[in-house]
T-cell receptor
Framework: GQNIDQPTEMTATEGAIVQINCTYQTSGFNGLFWYQQHAGEAPTFLSYNVLDGLEEKGRFSSFLSRSKGYSYLLLKELQMKDSASYLCAVRGYGGATNKLIFGTGTLLAVQP | DAGITQSPRYKITETGRQVTLMCHQTWSHSYMFWYRQDLGHGLRLIYYSAAADITDKGEVPDGYVVSRSKTENFPLTLESATRSQTSVYFC???????????FGPGTRLTVL
């Protein structure tokens, strides 16, 4: 079976750092993705990890450990506009496709 | 306009009616996807397509039909709408690198 777990909600303070965790169990693994989704809007791509380690992109970083089935998204210098849902998604092996399995998302509230 | 568009953005229909949701992308992406997003379930894949005339089922295909006669269009049809199909529907596309999916703005469908 396939399962992706992430916390339902988190709260953090403007200017701080927050880490959103994601654990997964999938029948195959070919990459882990993080998407951001503001309320009422479409998801937008944040990061992609296929090898173990940390990928940094500005204020956002994403980490992957394939042996542990674990990833996290790190948001630094939080801003109010970072209040959104953060979706973890895993791509498995499955022929010539790019199918993603999404977690239910973590709703992050950034407070002043 | 360039990008990925969906129409209509909002739709109210009645149980038993046929409804078609449209998706159009201008990037000539090979891959296109239909998701539904519901509270507590996150994004779930309904159908996907790797190229024109090639489609396949995702996690929750029952009650839906797709076609892809042209690369840029990927309509989703609910043959006989049910209340359980009330949801927000997102179309997405990705290119051959398969490392990022671009989402349309979504269609909010209500079945009465």
């Amino acid at each position: 079976g396939q399962n992706i777990d992430q916390p339902t909600e988190m709260t953090a303070t403007e200017g701080a750092i927050v880490q959103i965790n994601c654990t997964y169990q999938t029948s195959g693994f070919n990459g882990l993705f993080w998407y951001q989704q503001h309320a009422g809007e479409a998801p937008t791509f944040l990061s992609y990890n296929v090898l173990d380690g940390l990928e940094e992109k500005g204020r956002f970083s994403s980490f992957l450990s394939r042996s542990k089935g674990y990833s996290y998204l790190l948001l630094k210098e939080l801003q109010m506009k970072d209040s959104a849902s953060y979706l973890c998604a895993v791509r498995g092996y499955g022929g010539a496709t790019n199918k993603l399995i999404f977690g239910t998302g973590t709703l992050l509230a950034v407070q002043p | 306009d360039a990008g990925i568009t969906q129409s209509p953005r909002y739709k109210i229909t009645e149980t038993g009616r046929q409804v078609t949701l449209m998706c159009h992308q201008t990037w000539s992406h090979s891959y296109m996807f239909w998701y539904r997003q519901d509270l507590g379930h996150g994004l779930r894949l309904i159908y996907y397509s790797a190229a024109a005339d090639i489609t396949d089922k995702g996690e929750v295909p029952d009650g839906y039909v797709v076609s892809r006669s042209k690369t840029e269009n990927f309509p989703l049809t609910l043959e006989s709408a049910t209340r359980s199909q009330t949801s927000v529907y997102f179309c997405a596309s990705s290119g051959t690198s398969q490392n990022e999916q671009f989402f349309g703005p979504g269609t909010r469908l209500t079945v009465l």
